[in-house]
């Protein structure tokens, strides 16, 4: 087998994906206003799900499946839904914290979804009070969305400014469950106040449909021409919840198609952004709500119009749902570049429908897989409209059968990210994963030619991932976290100098080869370091060796001067002890990897730092401590090479 792909230099790479999206079919062209007019089906026709009155197919429903759900409304009792006062939503603007005011949010969210579900299942009633009191206080507040993004505000940060309802991720998928709310438990509510949905109209109708189809000027929708930027997860999130409510609630017919054919458009702008692999260069972790959002739009579409709107043979689609087994590494472990965990939860509900519309065997039973490993019968899901189809399909996951595609090799030229694997279809042995690609990528971490090694499915080489979100997080401050910064990535530093940040510093002359037992995957880092690392070039080249079983790291250099220190960092949850000629890292007592590292060429020193780990959002993947490894080289030549190899412990 033989493979190989070069890419010149990232813009060029840049401009051939514009290119291409320019030449590929507009979702928005498929279905113009016109013919959607015609297709979608009226408000009151269209019945997505069983309502709860519908009592037949809820009660059809598996009995440990219904146990749970009506179990999840239960827990909350008679017990106070949790306050939101403006001092903890000031909290943001005035300590940088986010996440105190998002958990109350969420906590009343999650109460309301689960409450909502549990109704339908039970059907008896005495969950509608608890309900009408979470409509209400949700409909109270003054903004449904979260403190860090009041920069979308005329107003700024701050408290939160009634007069101007914008539209982020959060305030759109409350409209969604407002949403869902009223059509599922909209008749029984009614009994108890005819004004109860009126309510949810009026708030609905005010904060969301009409500053979105009025509007063009928030930027995740990408429609404005002077402000043209690449789309990242918030277009197809928002989107989605926006369609939602629409398709539930907008009553004026003409306005609704109006509306659906504005989303369309909005997310050909999403499409626009990414290159014809699929790839997500905001990682796993934000695929759930970038390539699975777009997908909820497209299942969205497919219902209202009976099918006759169906995009998922267009390959672009089917290349984007299959990226998540690509960037699957062994059980939750994932490639984690960007902001994303190298551990994680995913849908496995969503993974398989996604998988079956495609009619990709390997990603169907992936989703059952993973699934599986979950719990299919939980149906557990983060709203309620990727809850609903999780119900009514959880009979079906279940009698799956569930695999790990455990892919041998994986080349996403586009993101220029690599992977490979040992022994494809096993865990055994060394898993490879690279990237080239730039530094202004969108949840971007000064990391061009980082990568992450594995040995037999558990972590050796890792990418540390992100902390728990604060106000530097998304600022001009971001690059002072360590986690963001190369120096804290499987890179190295030149006299001290770090990667910087913006599109300018890219990866040059890419390439992947695959042949004779040898994955290869070569760039020149060099354009990630401002002038003053004073390098003409530094060529990476990874190699996984699959005869040998072992990875090989070589890095050649040439400097417009000799440096007085050379140091190359390697991150690592496992315990480090030098041995003869290099160190032997051993996780397995806590569950992650081991292997021998030698490294030859330029003389270089091992030193190891301990770093302490007390993160929310770190501290359940890694533990209470990392290690950094730091091989340096003092007084290092002008030009030379370091090899690095890792070998079975």
Partial sequence: MFLEKTTRRAFAGMLTALAASAQREKLSEAIRLEKLEGILLPREDWRPFPRAADREPWEALPAELRARLVEAGERHGSSEWPSLPATLFLEYARKGNRSNYEHARELRRGRLRELVIAECVEGKGRFLDDILNGIWITCEETWWGVPAHLNMQKAGPGLADAAEPVVDLFAAETASLLAWTDYLAGAQLEKLSPLVRRRILLEEDRRILTPCFERIDFWWMGLEPERSRDMNNWNPWINSNWLTTALLLEQDSSRRAATVHKIVRSLDRFLDAYHDDGGCDEGPSYWGRAGASLFDCLELLHSVTRGAVDFYKMPLVGEIGKYIY??????????????????????????????????????????????????????????????????????????????????????????????????????????????????????????????????????????????????????????????????????????????????????????????????????????????????????????????????????????????????????????????????????????????????????????????????????????????????TAEQAPQQGELKVRFLRG
């Fill in 326 to 631: 690509r960037a699957h590494i062994a059980e939750d472990w994932y490639i984690n570049f960007a902001d994303a965990s190298a551990k994680q939860a995913v849908a496995g509900d969503l993974i398989y429908r996604y998988g079956r519309r495609i009619g990709d065997a390997p990603m169907q039973a992936f989703g059952a897989y993973t699934a599986g490993r979950r719990g299919v019968l939980s149906a557990r899901a983060e709203s309620i409209g990727r809850q609903l189809p999780a119900i009514f399909n959880a009979s079906e996951l279940a009698s799956a059968k569930g695999s790990a595609p455990l892919l041998g090799d994986v080349w996403l030229p586009g993101i220029q990210v690599m992977a490979g694997r040992t022994k494809e279809g096993s865990v055994e042995g060394f898993y490879l994963a690279a990237q080239g690609g730039h530094n202004a990528e969108s949840h971007n971490h000064n990391d061009v030619g980082n990568f992450i090694v594995f040995a037999d499915g558990r972590p050796l080489i890792i990418d540390v991932g992100v902390e728990t979100y604060s106000a530097k997080t998304f600022s001009a401050k971001r690059y002072e976290i360590w986690t963001m910064q190369s120096a804290y990535h499987n890179l190295p530093a030149i006299d001290g100098a770090m990667q910087q940040a913006g599109r300018d510093f890219a990866a040059r002359d890419v390439s992947y080869r695959v042949g004779d037992g040898v994955t290869t995957f070569s760039l020149d880092i060099a354009g990630a370091y401002p002038a003053e690392a004073g390098l003409d070039s530094w060529r990476r080249t990874l190699r996984l060796r699959r005869a040998e079983n072992e990875v090989e790291l070589g890095d050649r250099y040439v400097m417009k001067k000799p440096s007085a220190r050379l140091a190359w960092t390697l991150m690592t949850p496992c315990e480090v002890k030098e041995s003869a000629g290099g160190l032997l890292l051993d996780g397995t007592a806590r569950g992650y990897g081991k292997a021998k590292v030698s490294y030859e060429g330029i003389p270089v020193k091992p030193k190891t730092e301990l770093i302490r780990i007390d993160d929310a959002r770190l501290r359940p993947i890694w533990g209470d401590r990392l290690y950094r490894i730091l091989l």
